[in-house]
């Protein structure tokens, strides 16, 4: 089982959750989340744009889902194929289990 983890700077969510749903990925978390990139954030105009701030953190978006090893490719294309700027990371898991069942391993997802 792996672990993939994507960091978007866009809001790309609802198209690739979608690309994932036709594959058959049911589970996927999304979290919005803070932080920076290599390239700084948006520049915001305060005091009627007399001032320009740069933001030290801007907006990102954070989609995490468990798959089988199988379809690890297939996947990542389609996470490619619809987001326009962002990282992904794999990551292996050691074990997982089902709280509600009990069930271990690839069961679980």
Known sequence: MLKIEV?????DVMAISEGLKKIGIGG???SKVRGRGKKPGPEIHASKGS????????EKYRLEAI????IEDEV??????????????????????DIAS???GENTI
Do not use: C, W
């Open 7 to 11: 960091i978007l700077g866009e809001n």
């Open 28 to 30: 996927l978390t999304v």
């Open 51 to 58: 001032e320009i701030f740069v933001p030290q953190f801007s």
């Open 67 to 70: 798959i089988s090893d199988a």
């Open 76 to 97: 990542i294309g389609i996470i490619k194929q619809n987001g326009r700027v962002g990282k992904i990371f794999v990551s292996q898991i050691l074990r997982a289990v």
């Open 102 to 104: 009990g069930d271990e």
